[in-house]
């Protein structure tokens, strides 16, 4: 959405991309021709009215939702939101183009499209849809109602551990294929992607391509975001820390490995029974994954935004235990790693590095002044467990642990 040079490539190349599956020593190229062509931001909104649309997917990552963690709502703040409210066109966020995608349909009588987030952010559907009736909300409430009952928005878990193509994948994609080819992307063999079935025009057999299409994500979403996106956020923060550049070298460092096993079993404590998932052999495949030798994921590229990935991924398991009375020792070492990691790098890639950065001024760079400091950065921290001595006696003293640079 921020700029339409991929999609400009995507046609120029006839919508061909090719996917390079990495795993262990060997690496294995095919050329994907699914994908018709790109469409120039300018001109998505029309193609949303597109009598033959039914479903509009996003992947946006968790930032560009205009989510205000501390409403749960939408941010009225948020510049591309404010824009957008004032009737710029064509819309900037997400929100926005979804909104003004689904007046289109109504007012030509279409049936709506299915919007199906596929990001990495608790009950996605759920969240987009009251984000997109926010916005409604405000512009139209007529158009508010008729999503509300019209629309539905299926949530979604998706997960394949993709590092950013760099030249390795380009050089590696022309190497295998023989074409030249800017889009390439590389992954890893492991794919899942998980649906709730409630279309609004029904949807295509993704299920034989291996989705599956279920009443309630809920559980998989848990288990996904709590076990490999925590513990993904906890070796990227303390891996930074300790000196590593990738995940496979991080996991491979005793103390960050032993660290992982920890908080995964925390994780999985707080999780519902997930239907034919054997919790243990889910975690023993994550450890596998992260140890992916073949995998060069950047820690620098799971450490960023932080502020919009420890709610989901820490937060919200940290503050149901702390409801039952359980030990949330080992979130508090992920949000003492990414504090550590907010104090010590700058620039800091997030999209409140400005508050975080207002909030650090003139502490002095001591464990427990620049852990008070970051849990009162506005709307992070839920209040149970902001207001929870043991909590903040515990990420203290990992914050500590780190200041002294040990892991
Ligand atoms: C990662 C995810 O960058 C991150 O924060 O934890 O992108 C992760 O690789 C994917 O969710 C895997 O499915």
């Not at 008729?146 to 050089?171: C, G, Y």
């Not at 990691?341 to 997030?350: R, T």
């Not at 590095?353 to 506005?378: H, K």
Request: hydrophobic share 45%; charged share 25%.
């Amino acid at each position: 959405m921020r700029n339409s040079e991929t999609a400009r490539q995507f046609s120029a190349q006839d919508g061909c991309f090719s996917l390079l599956v990495r795993d262990g020593t060997d690496t294995t190229a095919k050329v994907l021709g699914s994908v018709l062509g790109g469409v120039a931001t300018e001109d998505i909104l029309a193609r949303m009215n597109a009598p033959d649309l039914r479903i509009v997917t996003l992947t946006i990552t968790e930032k560009a939702y205009g989510l205000d963690s501390m409403t749960g709502g939408l941010n009225f703040s948020d510049p591309a939101i404010v824009a957008d409210l004032s009737g710029d066109t064509p819309p900037r966020s997400a929100v926005g183009l979804i909104a003004a995608g689904l007046a289109a349909r109504r007012d030509s009588g279409r049936l709506p499209f299915t919007p199906l987030s596929c990001d990495n952010l608790s009950g996605n559907g759920a969240l987009l849809r009251r984000l997109v009736l926010d916005f409604a909300a405000m512009r139209d409430p007529e158009l508010a109602e008729w999503i509300a009952t019209e629309v539905p928005f299926p949530n979604t878990m998706v997960d394949r551990i993709t590092p950013a193509t760099t030249k390795d994948t380009l050089d590696d994609a022309r190497r295998l294929t023989g074409a030249e080819d800017l889009l390439a992307v590389e992954t890893e063999p492991f794919r899942q992607w998980v649906i709730e079935d409630r279309f609004a025009q029904g949807r295509p057999d993704w299920d034989r391509a291996g989705a599956l299409f279920v009443e309630n994500v809920a559980p998989y979403e848990a288990m996904k975001l709590r076990m490999l996106n925590g513990t993904h956020s906890l070796i990227a923060w303390l891996g930074l820390a300790a000196g590593h550049e990738y995940v496979r070298d991080a996991i491979a460092d005793p103390a960050i490995s032993r660290a992982a096993q920890i908080h995964l079993s925390a994780a999985a404590e707080t999780l519902e029974p997930v239907p034919g998932v054997d919790i243990s052999a889910y975690a023993a495949a994550l450890l596998e994954r992260f140890r992916n030798q073949a995998i060069a994921h950047r820690l620098e590229q799971i450490a960023m935004d932080g502020t919009q990935k420890l709610p989901p991924r820490i937060f919200a398991p940290a503050t149901e235990l702390l409801k039952r009375g359980g030990d949330t020792d080992s979130f508090a070492r992920v949000m003492a790693g990414w504090i550590w990691h907010a104090v010590q790098h700058d620039p800091l890639h997030d999209p409140r590095a400005e508050d975080i950065r207002a909030c650090l001024v003139g502490i002095p760079r001591a464990p427990g002044a620049v852990t008070t400091a970051l849990m009162g950065l506005p709307g992070l921290v839920p209040s149970p467990l902001r207001e929870d001595p043991v909590w903040n006696r515990q990420v203290a003293e990992h914050v500590a642990f780190l200041c002294r640079g040990e892991k």
